[in-house]
């Protein structure tokens, strides 16, 4: 990485690794401590996140490195990128099932591959590795990094279009408008489509990446903005809190209304879902400086560690969240949700930390040498 | 200090005993209350036949806990692996289970609730079904049933796999109302059945769609929903019935009180006809 330390965007990391801590703790069943992730208060949660912050990480690693050795190498290295992905998906794959099956063996508990959509698997082995292999068996927890891969493929192609973004932007709506509209996705091997529909989701990741290679110039009217990101998201709060919870006032309101608002979809990453993460991303910009002193504190670091090594911090934290369930269910209490949740966290801060020692293995990190490291991995690791 | 610290021993011993005390209880783990869910007015069918109180023909088509305790438990798919059409193309149509139901199973237990409620009335209950089924392939097995014979009465029980693989919920919708408009043309009445209460369903997939195909459905004249997902939650918010955190040794009998359990619900809300 040519540029030094200082000029990374430290909230890009903070937020990813605030979205990894998210998806662990929200994929433990009935989690005292998920009540208060961000699902719970806006249309958006932490996928939406993680893919404008990839999309962001993206166009300035991969942007960067385009202007300097071109369209080919900078391609390249994200297609490498995205095999980096897709290999990491199929061995966390492997671990899942393996960590799933032998439970439910051991614990006799044969719903666990029902629920999880591995049942299939034990019916069909031979036919379901080919489709894990082809992306199209996607079990329960293992549908976000198909997404990534499929999303990063698409970027290699548009990458050039990064200098034009009002072009690049138009192609994305086109695209995310044509899929809200015919509801094509890619085919899932067990009937429907994909969990993450990547040609609805490519839109939130062009967004992120065009923010960071072309910064549009900050509007005029900044309270403007401000006011209506806040009413976005106070309109999310109350569709959460005040309306769908209680099924008599949804059928008070038109007909018309309430079926598009009740079918505020995460597959194809709804309107009302986009709105919520640009609404959020805008606000928070604006509370939050670049420059905010509190970002290198102590506290903030492990959480920065961890965004920075989304990768094996993702990997851990879903191997981690089944195996939380297992102590949930086999030590029922208060004690072991606060043991799970602390022993987990503890865990993806320490496998964050190895990732990051690995940068330098204990050398002392020597500035004035050239990063060994290629370009693509700098922003996208 | 000997003296102290066996007093403390023997507290903590009779607080872990005391434990189990929780859950076990000697009280009814599912006590009736008045403000259960589901309007049976709309069971002319079955109302018109409890008032006859002579005969009452059920069918129950579901997946695996339609048959009872002992096929929810059973080991099923990790061993049934088979090579034949492994590269057919589609995933493997789910095994339709042959033997009977047990006596254990909620639907029977339905007719043994309804035979105290109503004396005097004869109820059969034929079960069909399998593990992991679809709507749509419930759907079949409930045209294929009716076109051979007249039963007052239909209980179908899905959605779980839809949720589970993420289907398209209005495609789910469709099936469910064309079911409906099935049992209607055959002079039943339909019970639906939503699916089992999991906190790991209720964290990782989204129900709701699916909650709410079943609710328009049932909002069908003739045809009910049953809320078996709301039931259990309130029984494991209770601690009364937990099949998430019931120990293994206790799980056939939690199992058992569950189908008990809904079978007496069950037959409360289909004996509510009469009244209607």
């Known amino acids: 990485m040519a540029s030094p330390e200082t000029s990374r965007d430290l909230r890009v990391d903070l937020f990813r690794g605030v979205a990894l801590w998210w998806i662990f703790v929200d994929h433990i069943p009935a989690n005292w401590i998920a009540q208060f992730s961000l699902r719970n208060f806006a249309l958006c949660d932490a996928t939406e996140i993680f893919v404008l912050l990839a999309g962001y990480a993206a166009g300035l690693a991969y942007g960067r490195s385009m202007d300097r050795d071109g369209w080919l190498f900078a391609g390249a290295d994200v297609m490498r990128r995205a095999w980096t992905l897709y290999i990491a998906h199929i061995f966390l794959f492997v671990v899942f099932t393996a960590q799933v099956s032998y439970s439910a063996n051991a614990l006799d508990r044969s719903e666990y591959l029902d629920e999880i959509h591995l049942d299939v698997l034990a019916e069909a082995p031979y036919r379901a590795m080919l489709e894990a292999l082809k992306l199209s068996f996607q079990p329960a927890y293992l549908n976000i990094l198909p997404m990534y891969v499929a999303l990063l493929a698409w970027f290699a192609l548009l990458l050039p279009l990064l200098r034009w973004p009002r072009v690049l932007f138009l192609l994305s709506f086109a695209v995310y408008a044509a899929v809200r509209v015919t509801g094509v996705n890619f085919p899932s091997w067990t009937g429907g489509g994909w969990y993450f529909n990547p040609i609805a989701w490519q839109f939130l990741f062009v967004i992120g990446a065009i923010l960071s290679y072309a910064p549009p110039r900050l509007p005029v009217r900044r309270k403007a903005l401000d006011a209506a990101a806040a009413a976005i998201l106070v309109a999310g709060l109350v569709l959460l809190w005040a309306v769908w919870p209680y099924p008599e006032i949804e059928a008070k309101v038109l007909a018309t209304a309430a079926r598009t608002l009740v079918a505020v979809d995460k597959e194809g990453l709804h309107p009302m879902r986009l709105l919520s993460i640009l609404a959020l991303a805008w606000l928070v910009s604006r509370l939050v400086p670049k420059t905010a002193a509190w970002l290198r504190s102590a506290a903030a670091h492990p959480v920065i560690i961890c965004g920075q090594h989304s990768l094996p911090v993702f990997c851990a934290g879903i191997f981690l969240s089944f195996l939380a369930r297992l102590a949930m269910e086999e030590f029922d209490g208060w004690l072991t949700m606060a043991a799970v949740n602390l022993i987990g966290t503890a865990a993806l801060i320490a496998v964050g930390g190895l990732a990051s020692w690995y940068k330098n293995k204990g050398r002392r990190a020597r500035l004035d040498l050239p990063e060994v490291s290629h370009a693509g991995s700098a922003g996208v690791t | ?276």
């Open chain 2, 1 to 276: 200090m000997i003296k102290k610290l066996t007093c403390l021993a023997w507290v903590a011993a009779a607080l872990i005993l005391a434990q189990p005390a929780k859950a076990g209880g000697s009280g009814d783990p599912c006590p009736m209350r008045d403000e259960m869910p589901g309007l049976a007015d709309d069971l002319s069918h079955v109302g018109a036949r409890l008032q006859a109180a002579k005969h009452l023909d059920v069918l129950a088509v579901g997946s695996a806990t339609m048959f009872g305790p002992e096929a929810s438990l059973a080991p099923g798919t990790l061993t049934a692996q088979s090579l034949a059409g492994a590269f057919s193309g589609t995933p493997p149509a789910s095994s339709l289970i042959s033997t009977p139901p047990s006596e254990r199973a909620f639907p029977l237990q339905m007719a043994k609730q309804l035979r105290t409620l109503v004396p005097g009335l004869d109820v059969q209950v034929t079960v069909r079904g399998g593990r992991g089924l679809l709507a749509s392939e419930m759907l079949e097995l409930l045209h294929k049933e009716l076109a051979a014979k007249h039963y007052d009465m239909v209980i179908w029980q899905t959605g779980t796999v839809e949720a589970v693989r993420n289907l398209p919920p209005g495609e789910f919708g469709q099936i469910l109302s064309d079911g409906a408009q099935a049992v209607q043309a055959a002079g039943a009445d339909l019970v639906l059945v939503d699916p089992q209460y999991s906190r790991f369903l209720q964290t990782n997939s989204n129900l709701d769609p699916y909650f709410q195909a079943l609710q328009q459905v049932a909002a069908m004249p003739g045809v009910v929903l049953f809320h078996r997902f709301d039931l259990m939650r309130g029984w494991a918010n209770d601690g009364a019935i937990d099949l998430e955190r019931t120990p293994r040794s206790d799980r056939e009998k939690a199992i058992g009180t569950l189908h008990a359990c809904l079978g007496r619900h069950l037959a409360r809300l289909v004996a509510a006809s009469l009244r209607g």
